[in-house]
């Protein structure tokens, strides 16, 4: 069967067309996952959050006593989930930390 040049023509357009909406999905999901805090603010409200934006921490005490904050929970000891601010401690662009 022989397909016209014409057809031929719209199945590589076609093709073209896939390709790019998918390369285009699958860089706005890498946005999305690497660098949520860079999205704009309406698509920040009506997406869900990324796993990476905020994860949780836990924060335990080993047998001296000492404090460890780490990001996978002690299987051995009792832990607290802690949950942190991301914009917390964040000076705008342009202002020095005071001394």
Known sequence: MRIS???ANSLARGRA???FVVLLALAAAA???????TLPGFVQ???????TSNPPL???RDAQGHLHVTDVP?????YKTVHFDPNANVLPK?????K
């Open 5 to 7: 040049r014409c057809t």
């Open 17 to 19: 067309l896939l390709a």
């Open 31 to 37: 946005w999305w996952y690497f660098a949520p805090h």
């Open 45 to 51: 409200r009506n997406l869900p959050q990324s796993p």
């Open 58 to 60: 836990y924060e335990w």
């Open 74 to 78: 002690p299987t051995d000891r009792p």
């Open 94 to 98: 342009g202002v020095a930390p005071s």
